[in-house]
Structure formats: structure tokens, C-alpha cells
């Protein structure tokens, strides 16, 4: 019954890292490709490594902590991506309405210059 189950979420788990290539794919502009890569990719990764936890509960440590750095780093590297992309102007989307970000650093030019 242990071996359905991890099976079953290591499946889920997949549609997730699917879900996030075709995400990659089909998202406009490259901070919305980095959400869509990252959300999806760090809950299916957790979830394979879930499933497997279930299906070989010897390994739980170890995945334990693999699942503990993908948490830590998925969300890191794309913070950084993210804030690299918007430093060299890269391109949003169209329908992008408010950059926050560069409402935020011309604030702290315009603050500091005075």
C-alpha cells in the first residue's frame, strides 16, 4: 500500500515539474518565467522527494535533507535572477502594469539626493 501511495505522489509530484517546463515555455517575459520555474519546480521536487520518503522510508534523512536545500535555494536563485533581470532592464510583458521595484529605487534616488 506504501509503494501506491509514494508512487502516486511522486506522479503528482511530476505534473509539477511539467507543469513548470511548460511554464517555462509559455510565460511571456522572464520574471514571469522565473515564478512559473520556481513555484512549480520547488513543489515538485518536494513532493518527488515525498514520495520517495514514502516508497523507501530508510532514505527519509537524506531526503529530508535534499527537500531542506531545494526550500532554501530555489527561492534564493530566483530572487537573484530576478533582481539581475531587472538590472539590466530586461523586458516585461505588455500587459505588466506596475514595477514596483523601479518605483521603489527612484524613490531612494530622488529621497537621497536631497
Same mark, same amino acid.
Given at each position: ?32 518565467? #522565473?515564478? !512559473?520555474?520556481?513555484? &512549480?519546480? /520547488?513543489?515538485?521536487?518536494? @513532493?518527488?522527494?515525498?514520495?520517495? %520518503? ?33 538590472? #539590466?532592464? !530586461?523586458?516585461?510583458? &505588455?500587459? /505588466?502594469?506596475?514595477?514596483? @521595484?523601479?518605483?521603489?529605487?527612484? %524613490? ?7
Amino acid at each position: 500500500m506504501s509503494e501506491l501511495i509514494g508512487s502516486i505522489v511522486i506522479l503528482v509530484g511530476a505534473f509539477f515539474l511539467f507543469s513548470a517546463g511548460v511554464g517555462l515555455l509559455r510565460m511571456p517575459d522572464v520574471f514571469t518565467r #522565473i515564478q !512559473a520555474g520556481t513555484k &512549480a519546480s /520547488t513543489l515538485g521536487n518536494i @513532493l518527488v522527494l515525498a514520495g520517495l %520518503g514514502i516508497y523507501h522510508p530508510d532514505w527519509s534523512l537524506k531526503l529530508l535533507i535534499i527537500a531542506y536545500f531545494v526550500l532554501l535555494t530555489n527561492p534564493l536563485s530566483s530572487h537573484a535572477l530576478s533582481r539581475a533581470a531587472h538590472a #539590466i532592464r !530586461a523586458p516585461m510583458a &505588455a500587459t /505588466t502594469v506596475v514595477d514596483a @521595484l523601479r518605483d521603489e529605487n527612484d %524613490g531612494g534616488v530622488e529621497e537621497g539626493s536631497r
